[in-house]
Nanobody, 117 residues
Framework: QVQLVESGGGLVQPGGSLRLSCAAS????????MGWYRQAPGKERELVAS???????NYADSVKGRFIISRDDVKNTVYLQMNSLKPEDTAVYYC???????????WGQGTQVTVSS
């Protein structure tokens, strides 16, 4: 069974930083597009950042210049470095693994990030 486990969430003050990690049990991790999504109360889940197997990255406009996504294909882990955090970044952050040939889509359980003074 595929398992994605997020860690690194917590409470941080505005302007602070956090680094999220997602450890994946995927047998062919390097072939997956990895992403971080977040869902705030009363809002839809949104894509925050993604990184392809060839390390092409994509970011939501709201986090460009502040967040950095990276992956380690040896450790089967994807990271999200979050800098200059704002209260509006408060959400549950979910790790996602997606592949399209064949189609697969997996989710972690999420980790809470709260930005507050």
């Amino acid at each position: 069974q595929v398992q994605l486990v997020e860690s690194g969430g917590g409470l941080v003050q505005p302007g602070g930083s956090l680094r999220l990690s997602c450890a994946a049990s995927l047998s062919i991790f390097s072939t997956y597009r990895m992403g971080w999504y977040r869902q705030a109360p009363g809002k839809e889940r949104e894509l925050v950042a993604s990184i392809t197997s060839s390390r092409i990255t994509n970011y939501a406009d709201s986090v460009k210049g502040r967040f950095i996504i990276s992956r380690d294909d040896v450790k089967n882990t994807v990271y999200l470095q979050m800098n200059s955090l704002k209260p509006e970044d408060t959400a549950v952050y979910y790790c996602n693994a997606a592949r399209y040939g064949p189609v697969n889509n997996y989710w972690g359980q999420g980790t809470q990030v709260t930005v507050s003074s």
